[in-house]
């Protein structure tokens, strides 16, 4: 019998007809087998339907929102997003926004050139890093620098000998997107959409063109989810999120019934799930990457965690030092 998935997308297997084929080729056979169990259990959940598609898998992401070949679902994405309407001018190379060794915690990485050459840099993020404000800044910072270089290069074509007008630099935005997002986020329980930017304190206004939105996915899944059930979807921002976030099938019906041009996007995905050799090639790409964030993500709190004690020991030390001087001292006196 048909699973709920299933009979919306008749194109998805039953699990019998993937593990048949997978049993009948070595190659995957080896593949499915090296795979710990849970993972075997969500790779035929999600290609046969009995759970949805996470959608910030890299392999799902990169193709639905990709700016080259569905730009429009794109320029709705991001208008949504920032609260305005925008149009993608240009897709530009994003290895100019990675600094050091900060790609290993991304997903997807986009970034964009709008009409107005305002610079959008959205990534997708699966394991919410430590100091996000910093780290974003940076990111930002590396953008302005891009916007400068690139209105720079513009005059030149022009002009040899023109020089960069300041008013000719537009806005950059960093939009972060996280499936599991950091501690602090969590301050704000009833809150899945951030937006910053720097302001004086004395009320003087000035376009200081550096933008920032955190966008805490697990935070909206549990308010959307505490809302009600089935899910009640305001409007098209929180369907989109909703679709990004959501595998559970109650939550993707509701998705489709409340926004059925969906159904689109799901096929995409689906589609690319019916090729079982090269989904498989991806999920194991997928698990790979995951296992290589998460250990470095530990690293890091671990490393956090030893530079945290070996502090609280010389604080210690310094104590006890303190003490010992006094405790001479006294011992002084009486003598």
Known sequence: MAN????????????????????????LRHIFYSWSEKAQNEFLDFTTGAKGVKMMYDF???????????????????????????????????????????????????????????????????????????RSA???????????KRV??????KDPHAKVHYKDIKNVYTIVLFEKSPKSFYECPNVFLHHFKQYSDTGLELDLLQKYLFVPLDIFKEIKHNESIPINLKDRQEAWLAFLCMDDPEDIL?????????????????????????????????LAELDRN??????????????????????????????????????????
């Open 254 to 286: 509701a998705i489709l019934e409340q926004y059925p041009d969906f159904k689109e996007c799901y096929e995409q995905v689906y589609e690319i799930c019916r090729n079982i050799e090269e989904v498989m090639s991806m999920f194991s790409k997928e």
């Open 60 to 134: 799902a992401s990169k193709e639905l929102l990709n700016p080259e070949t569905h730009r429009e679902r794109v320029n709705e994405f991001l208008s949504l997003l920032l609260g305005q309407p925008v149009k993608i001018l240009e897709v530009l190379p994003n290895d100019g926004t990675r600094l050091a060794d900060e790609s290993t915690l991304l997903i997807t990485d986009i970034v964009v050139e709008l009409s107005d050459s305002s610079i959008v840099n959205l990534e997708i993020q699966k394991i919410g890093y430590d100091f996000p404000g910093q």
């Open 138 to 148: 940076c990111y930002s910072a590396d953008l302005l620098l891009r916007q400068y």
């Open 294 to 335: 998460t250990t470095e993500f530990m690293i890091d709190r671990m490393q956090k965690e030893i530079d945290q004690q070996a502090e609280e020991l010389k604080e210690k030390d310094r104590i006890i030092a303190e003490l010992q001087a006094t405790n001479e001292r006294l011992k002084k006196r009486k003598i």
């Open 4 to 27: 709920k998935l299933q009979q919306y997308f008749p194109m998805l297997r039953t699990r019998e007809e993937i593990l048949h084929k997978i049993g009948h080729r070595p190659n």
């Open 152 to 157: 720079q290069q513009k005059n030149s074509l």
